[in-house]
């Protein structure tokens, strides 16, 4: 039971444009969302994250919106650089009880921003 | 460079072995988790450390022995271990409380032959 899902195994994006990663999930009691990329050889680096109480977190070149009706949040790096060039993990948590720190993570996708 | 520091970043370990994997964090974040990540897979819950007490056990097998001796460090202490439990092993730390993401370190990759 895959209850955070990415459906995008890998995007290809040109350097300058927007990169737009999509994360699904099924858990309704989830209220806490990250994301978190990762290169190889290496652990996941925090990037973003957005409270159910919110639809709309930015941070830089990085902007995260969470459609709660449609559990459904996505990743908008604009403009997109190679650097950007990793694995990207959608997280999600269910704050408080017993869960706490229990992260659900996503399959992950493959982005690659070409020069 | 990560905050939270693992080591060794590559074991090789026989059945029989018995080795530790470390943490150690000095962001006086007061919650350690340990996590493993399979080649193509994402990271999965091992356990979870909160105010140095254990809070969370994943269902992981006893042949894995966690420890935290201070809010600084963590070990897992590793037993008779099987090939299928060869994996990358990553240990993170949080503040405590709500909306607190997890920093992660660089993992251990871990071998068993």
Same mark, same amino acid.
């Given at each position: &039971?895959?209850? %955070?899902?990415?459906?995008?195994?890998?995007?290809?994006?040109?350097?300058?444009?927007?990169?737009?990663?999509?994360?699904?999930?099924?858990?309704?009691?989830? &209220?806490?969302?990250?994301?978190?990329?990762?290169?190889?050889?290496?652990?996941?680096?925090?990037?973003?994250?957005?409270?159910?109480?919110?639809?709309?977190?930015?941070?830089?070149?990085?902007? %995260?919106?969470?459609?709660?009706?449609?559990? !459904?949040?996505?990743? !908008?790096? %604009?403009?997109?650089?190679?650097?950007?060039?990793? %694995?990207?993990?959608?997280?999600?948590?269910?704050?408080?009880?017993?869960?706490?720190?229990?992260?659900?993570?996503?399959?992950?996708?493959?982005?690659?921003? !070409?020069? | $460079?990560?905050?939270?520091?693992?080591?060794?970043?590559?074991?090789?370990?026989?059945?029989?072995?018995?080795?530790?994997?470390?943490?150690?964090?000095?962001?006086?974040?007061?919650?350690? =988790?340990?996590?493993?990540?399979?080649?193509?897979?994402?990271?999965?819950?091992?356990?979870? =450390?909160? =105010?140095?007490?254990?809070?969370?056990?994943?269902?992981? @097998?006893?042949?894995?022995?966690?420890?935290?001796?201070?809010?600084?460090?963590?070990?897992? *202490?590793? *037993?008779?271990?099987?090939?299928? $439990?060869?994996?990358? =092993?990553?240990?993170?730390?949080?503040? @405590?409380?709500?909306?607190? @993401?997890?920093?992660?370190?660089?993992?251990?990759?871990?071998?068993?032959?």
């Amino acid at each position: &039971d895959q209850q %955070v899902k990415q459906n995008s195994p890998s995007l290809s994006v040109q350097e300058g444009r927007i990169s737009i990663l999509n994360c699904d999930y099924t858990n309704s009691m989830f &209220d806490y969302f990250l994301w978190y990329k990762k290169y190889p050889a290496e652990g996941p680096t925090f990037l973003i994250s957005i409270s159910s109480i919110k639809d709309k977190n930015e941070d830089g070149r990085f902007t %995260v919106f969470l459609n709660k009706s449609a559990k !459904h949040l996505s990743l !908008h790096i %604009v403009p997109s650089q190679p650097g950007d060039s990793a %694995v990207y993990f959608c997280a999600a948590n269910r704050e408080g009880g017993t869960s706490y720190g229990k992260l659900t993570f996503g399959q992950g996708t493959i982005l690659t921003v !070409h020069p | $460079d990560t905050e939270v520091t693992q080591t060794p970043k590559h074991l090789v370990m026989g059945m029989t072995n018995k080795k530790s994997l470390k943490c150690e964090q000095h962001m006086g974040h007061r919650a350690m =988790y340990w996590y493993k990540q399979k080649a193509k897979k994402p990271p999965e819950l091992m356990f979870v =450390y909160s =105010y140095e007490k254990l809070s969370i056990n994943e269902s992981v @097998p006893s042949r894995f022995s966690p420890e935290c001796p201070n809010s600084s460090l963590l070990n897992l *202490h590793l *037993h008779a271990l099987q090939p299928e $439990d060869s994996a990358l =092993y990553l240990c993170a730390s949080s503040r @405590p409380g709500l909306n607190s @993401p997890l920093h992660f370190g660089n993992g251990t990759r871990l071998t068993v032959t």
